[in-house]
C-alpha cells in the first residue's frame, strides 16, 4: 500500500523563482532564507518519496476569477507552466501521476467533496517555486498530483473545510494498493497582504502561533473563519489554507523535523515547515 511519508508547508513568492534563476542564494538578501531548506533537502533525500501531491492555489493562469473552483485536482500526464507575468523563466512540463490521481479523485469524491477534475491544467508559482526550492536540479523527476485550492475568489473554503479535505485526501493515498512513498506539499502564506489599505501587513505573532500548532494542535486552526484569517493573516496570507490541509493529509504520528520564519521575502513573511509522518505502529518511544 501507499505510504505518507510526510508533509512540508513553504510559501511561494515568485520573486523566490527570480532568485534561483540568478543564482542569488548566498546573497545576504536571501540566505537566511535558502539556507532554511538546506534540513528539508536532508529529508527528501532520506525518505525519497516516490510522489508529491501538491496542494497550491492558482493565482490565475489556469483559472480566473470567472470560473473558480474550490477545488481542482491535476489528472494529467504531465502539467505546463507559461508565464505569468512576474517574468520567470518558464519551466520544462512537470510530470503527473494519473493513476494515484485518479485513486484520491475517486476516493475523495466518494467522502462527498465534490472535485473539479483537470486533464489538463497549468501550474503556476504556486506550485513551481516550491518545487524547485525543494527539488533544486531535479524538480521534474518526481510524479506529481496539483491540487488547486481556491485562496481568491469569496467565498473561499473555510479551514475546517480544508482540514478536512486534507484528511480526505491522507485515507484516500494510503488506500492506494501500490507500494510507494508519498509526501505531501503545501504552499502559500504566512502572512502577507499585496494591495489595499493594509499593503505590506504582516503578523509574526499569529505566524508563529500557526507554526506551532500546525505540529500539535491543528484542530485549533480549524475554528478560525476564512475572514478571521484575513484579519490576522492579510488577504493573501488565507493562503494558510494549504498548510492546513497539508497537516490534515497526515494520518499517522507526526513530528517537526524543522521550520524556517523569515521576514520579509517580497512582501511575504516566508515560513517553511518539515512534517515527519509514522504509522503508528512505527511510533518511536517518546
Ligand atoms: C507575493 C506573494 C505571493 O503569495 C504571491 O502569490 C505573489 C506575490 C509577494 O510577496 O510578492
Ligand atoms: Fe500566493
Redesign the pocket.
Known amino acids: 500500500m501507499a505510504r505518507i511519508v510526510g508533509g512540508i508547508a513553504t510559501?511561494?513568492?515568485?520573486?523566490i523563482g527570480n532568485a534561483i534563476a540568478k543564482g542569488l542564494q548566498q546573497d545576504p538578501y536571501w540566505q537566511p532564507f535558502f539556507d532554511g531548506y538546506r534540513p528539508a533537502h536532508e529529508w527528501i533525500a532520506a525518505e525519497k518519496p516516490d510522489a508529491v501531491v501538491v496542494l497550491y492555489n492558482d493565482?490565475g493562469l489556469n483559472f480566473f476569477l470567472d470560473q473558480m473552483p474550490t477545488f481542482a485536482v491535476g489528472a494529467a500526464r504531465q502539467y505546463l507552466n507559461a508565464d505569468e507575468g512576474w517574468g520567470l523563466p518558464v519551466q520544462e512540463p512537470y510530470k503527473g501521476d494519473p493513476d494515484l490521481s485518479w485513486h484520491i479523485i475517486e476516493q475523495v469524491m466518494a467522502e462527498e467533496f465534490d472535485l473539479t477534475t483537470c486533464q489538463e491544467m497549468k501550474v503556476d508559482?504556486?506550485f513551481v517555486n516550491p518545487m524547485t526550492l525543494l527539488w533544486p536540479g531535479s524538480k521534474h523527476a518526481i510524479p506529481t498530483v496539483p491540487i488547486s485550492f481556491n485562496t481568491v475568489q469569496h467565498p473561499l473554503p473555510t479551514p475546517k473545510r480544508c482540514y478536512r479535505f486534507g484528511q480526505a485526501i491522507g485515507r484516500a493515498i494510503e488506500s492506494y494498493d501500490k507500494d510507494m512513498k508519498v509526501m505531501i506539499l503545501g504552499t502559500?502564506g504566512l502572512s502577507?497582504q499585496?494591495d489595499g489599505e493594509r499593503a505590506g501587513f504582516i503578523n509574526k505573532s499569529f505566524d508563529l502561533m500557526c507554526l506551532d500548532k500546525l505540529v500539535s494542535d491543528p484542530e485549533a486552526l480549524t475554528r478560525y473563519t476564512v475572514h478571521d484569517l484575513v484579519e490576522q493573516a492579510g488577504t493573501?496570507g488565507v493562503?494558510l489554507l494549504m498548510w492546513i490541509a497539508m497537516r490534515g493529509a497526515l494520518t499517522g504520528q507526526v513530528s517537526k523535523v524543522c521550520s524556517n520564519y523569515h521576514i520579509p521575502?517580497?512582501?511575504?513573511a516566508a515560513g517553511l515547515l518539515v512534517l515527519d509522518n509514522k504509522p503508528a505502529s512505527q511510533r518511536k518511544a517518546a
Open positions: 510559501s511561494h513568492v515568485p520573486a493565482h508559482h504556486g502559500g502577507h499585496l493573501q493562503e521575502i517580497s512582501n511575504t
